[in-house]
């Protein structure tokens, strides 16, 4: 066996693998199936395929738009290499995909094609399954096959049940987007559209939804993420290296936003404030400066924190963004290499690129899952 059908046994092992991983989660968010549950049944696995179908159709459209655009450009590509995750706690059963490129993009417009025809290709995958989940939505009756609890307080169980809920049932929220709030309003019968609370147990809406929290993930223009590539193409490299580093650690401040509650005698701020100094010393390598500079700035972000919990305690950002900031600032990078050609893009590449900084717009959920 030769190395290319290894690279595919391994590429085809880790689809099926995020097959089963995402059907298993997607039985389990939707259906409240856990499959260490007793009594788990091959039924309630087979339900699951209600997310992982339409999720996996969205990554995998999202992936070859990719793949087929490098081809294109004559760019050596792999196929997808997908990530499966095990079954734990609040896993939605992958962390994507990625294909690698064996030959580096060697112009500008190579690089806009390839990183923006990803996000595209998924965007209109994830209209098209949006669409569909919000036009063929259950009766609202439907909630009361996952929560039977619920059917005493009727259709209005919603003003009971999560003022009264006890502290240790989790009650997850997934938060919207401005998309997602355009096609309630204009798409799904208002008398059938679910609770925020409930969201997950609508598996099309659930993938619809996570579609568009990935895309905008990968349309942020920073580094070389697809957004990254975006911001590369339309401004060219000094511009990108500002832009990507003003959206960073503005997605830091936001994520650290609340961390601390100096009010809070029992805070433990003695433990905290040198665990975040350290934490963002390490993010803010990814910019590049020297070691006094990161340093500098770190403590400059850390009293800024501070002084926001001192003087404006309510105002919180969303802490589910610290690993991704830490992924990028440490693994992904911020800044974009230069190409060897740097051409300007014709006018139809400018308007897909403004098209795809509208798209991550409208995907972008401040607070995906709370």
């Given at each position: 066996?030769?190395i290319e059908?290894?690279?595919?046994l391994?590429?085809?092992?880790l689809?099926?693998a995020?097959?089963v991983?995402?059907t298993?989660?997607?039985?389990?968010?939707?259906f409240?199936?856990?499959?260490?549950m007793?009594?788990?049944?091959?039924?309630d696995?087979?339900s699951?395929?209600?997310f992982?179908?339409?999720?996996?159709?969205i990554?995998?459209?999202?992936?070859?738009?990719h793949?087929?655009t490098a081809?294109?450009h004559?760019?050596?590509?792999?196929?997808p290499?997908?990530?499966?995750?095990?079954?734990?706690?609040?896993s939605?059963g992958?962390?994507?995909?990625?294909?690698?490129?064996?030959?580096?993009?060697y112009s500008k417009?190579?690089?806009f094609?390839?990183?923006?025809?990803?996000?595209?290709?998924?965007?209109a995958?994830?209209?098209i399954?949006?669409?569909?989940?919000f036009a063929t939505?259950?009766?609202p009756?439907?909630?009361?096959?996952?929560?039977?609890?619920?059917?005493q307080?009727?259709?209005?169980y919603?003003?009971?049940?999560?003022?009264?809920?006890?502290?240790?049932?989790?009650d997850?929220?997934?938060?919207?987007?401005?998309?997602?709030?355009?096609?309630?309003?204009?798409?799904?019968?208002p008398?059938?559209?679910?609770n925020?609370?409930?969201?997950?147990h609508?598996?099309?809406?659930l993938?619809?939804f996570?579609s568009?929290v990935?895309?905008s993930i990968?349309?942020?223009?920073?580094?070389?993420?697809?957004?990254g590539?975006?911001?590369?193409?339309?401004?060219?490299?000094?511009t990108?290296r500002i832009?990507?580093t003003?959206c960073?650690?503005?997605?830091?401040?936001?994520?650290?936003l609340?961390?601390?509650?100096?009010h809070?005698p029992?805070?433990?701020?003695?433990?905290?404030?040198p665990?975040?100094?350290i934490?963002?010393?390490?993010?803010?390598g990814?910019l590049?400066l020297?070691?006094?500079?990161?340093?500098?700035?770190?403590l400059i972000?850390?009293?800024?924190?501070?002084?926001?919990s001192w003087?404006?305690?309510?105002?919180?950002?969303?802490?589910?963004w610290?690993?991704?900031?830490?992924?990028?600032?440490?693994?992904?990078g911020i800044?974009?290499?230069?190409?060897?050609?740097?051409?300007?893009l014709?006018?139809?590449?400018v308007?897909?690129?403004?098209?795809a900084l509208?798209?991550f717009?409208?995907?972008?959920?401040?607070?995906?899952i709370?």
């Amino acid at each position: 066996m030769n190395i290319e059908q290894r690279r595919l046994l391994l590429q085809g092992g880790l689809f099926l693998a995020t097959v089963v991983t995402t059907t298993i989660a997607g039985a389990e968010w939707a259906f409240a199936k856990s499959i260490f549950m007793p009594g788990y049944t091959w039924q309630d696995f087979f339900s699951g395929f209600q997310f992982s179908l339409p999720f996996l159709l969205i990554l995998t459209v999202h992936e070859f738009g990719h793949y087929f655009t490098a081809r294109y450009h004559r760019v050596g590509v792999t196929l997808p290499y997908y990530i499966p995750l095990p079954p734990l706690p609040f896993s939605f059963g992958t962390l994507g995909a990625l294909i690698r490129l064996k030959t580096r993009p060697y112009s500008k417009k190579q690089n806009f094609d390839i990183g923006i025809a990803g996000p595209l290709a998924g965007f209109a995958m994830a209209l098209i399954v949006l669409a569909y989940g919000f036009a063929t939505l259950p009766e609202p009756e439907y909630i009361f096959q996952i929560h039977p609890e619920y059917k005493q307080y009727g259709l209005d169980y919603a003003e009971t049940v999560y003022k009264n809920q006890p502290e240790n049932i989790l009650d997850i929220v997934l938060g919207k987007n401005l998309l997602f709030m355009v096609f309630e309003r204009f798409v799904g019968d208002p008398a059938r559209i679910p609770n925020a609370h409930e969201m997950m147990h609508y598996p099309v809406l659930l993938a619809g939804f996570l579609s568009l929290v990935f895309t905008s993930i990968n349309l942020l223009p920073v580094g070389q993420l697809d957004g990254g590539h975006v911001i590369y193409g339309l401004f060219g490299f000094k511009t990108h290296r500002i832009i990507a580093t003003i959206c960073f650690i503005g997605l830091l401040l936001y994520s650290g936003l609340g961390a601390f509650n100096v009010h809070d005698p029992n805070a433990d701020l003695h433990i905290w404030i040198p665990m975040s100094a350290i934490f963002l010393y390490l993010v803010l390598g990814g910019l590049g400066l020297s070691k006094q500079d990161t340093l500098m700035y770190a403590l400059i972000i850390l009293a800024f924190l501070l002084l926001m919990s001192w003087f404006f305690p309510t105002i919180t950002g969303y802490s589910g963004w610290l690993l991704f900031v830490f992924m990028l600032g440490r693994v992904i990078g911020i800044q974009h290499p230069p190409s060897e050609i740097e051409e300007p893009l014709d006018e139809k590449r400018v308007l897909l690129g403004w098209l795809a900084l509208a798209i991550f717009i409208v995907s972008f959920s401040p607070a995906p899952i709370g």
